[in-house]
T-cell receptor, first 114, second 116 residues
Framework: DTAVSQTPKYLVTQMGNDKSIKCEQN?????MYWYKQDSKKFLKIMFS???????INETVPNRFSPKSPDKAHLNLHINSLELGDSAVYFC?????????????FGPGTRLTVT | AQTVTQSQPEMSVQEAETVTLSCTYD???????LFWYKQPPSRQMILVIR??????QNATENRFSVNFQKAAKSFSLKISDSQLGDAAMYFC?????????????FGTGTRLKVLA
């Protein structure tokens, strides 16, 4: 049973295209996140959702639009893809109002923009 | 603002030896959590160990243990009897203890190489 799953795991596309990444968690967590990991392995938070409500939006270009249809799902749609969007995108989840707030990650989606 | 610093971009250890990865953090909070995550070449982020700031006892998980020095704001990870499968990126992370924070602060990572 995968706790946090993402699809697809690999995505190769051309500049200017629009693409989506899906994330699902079956842990019953109330908070989900999107992170971007660049080529230097630095993890940067992009968005955080709690019970479908956007909580954190970390100065991400508005070409990136997250959507949370329910608290078990958080999708990321990217418009007009640019070369600089190439990275690994991680979904994660946690239970915000229950210590110790451990965060569980999905397997990541490697996005390559050519 | 809270920060997490991992000053060792890369470390090497001989198989079966012990290695310590450093992490320092800055916060004005007294209630918080610290984590070490492992990211092997498969890129899956795996939680290795967790430390609650209010606990004086250092956390241990099998071959992994931490040296938590709250006053010095230091949180190092010790890996004993290193194995080839320990080769990975290791990330230190901080999370405030207050509910409704929603944010984890990650360090820049340390790449650990294990030599056979």
């Amino acid at each position: 049973d995968t706790a946090v799953s993402q699809t697809p795991k690999y995505l190769v596309t051309q500049m200017g295209n629009d693409k989506s990444i899906k994330c699902e968690q079956n842990l019953g967590h109330d908070t989900m996140y999107w992170y971007k990991q660049d080529s230097k392995k630095f993890l940067k938070i992009m968005f955080s959702y709690n019970n479908k409500e956007l909580i954190i939006n970390e100065t991400v270009p508005n070409r990136f639009s997250p959507k949370s249809p329910d608290k078990a799902h958080l999708n990321l749609h990217i418009n007009s893809l640019e070369l600089g969007d190439s990275a690994v995108y991680f979904c994660a989840s946690s239970q915000e109002f229950r210590r110790p707030y451990e965060q569980y990650f999905g397997p990541g989606t490697r996005l390559t923009v050519t | 603002a809270q920060t997490v610093t991992q000053s060792q971009p890369e470390m090497s250890v001989q198989e079966a030896e012990t290695v310590t990865l450093s992490c320092t953090y800055d916060t004005s909070e007294s209630d918080y959590y610290l984590f070490w995550y492992k990211q092997p070449p498969s890129r899956q982020m795996i939680l290795v160990i967790r430390q609650e700031a209010y606990k004086q006892q250092n956390a241990t998980e099998n071959r992994f243990s931490v040296n938590f020095q709250k006053a010095a704001k230091s949180f190092s990870l010790k890996i004993s009897d290193s194995q080839l499968g320990d080769a990975a990126m290791y990330f230190c992370a901080y999370r405030a203890g207050t509910s409704g924070t929603y944010k984890y602060i990650f360090g820049t990572g340390t790449r650990l190489k294990v030599l056979a």
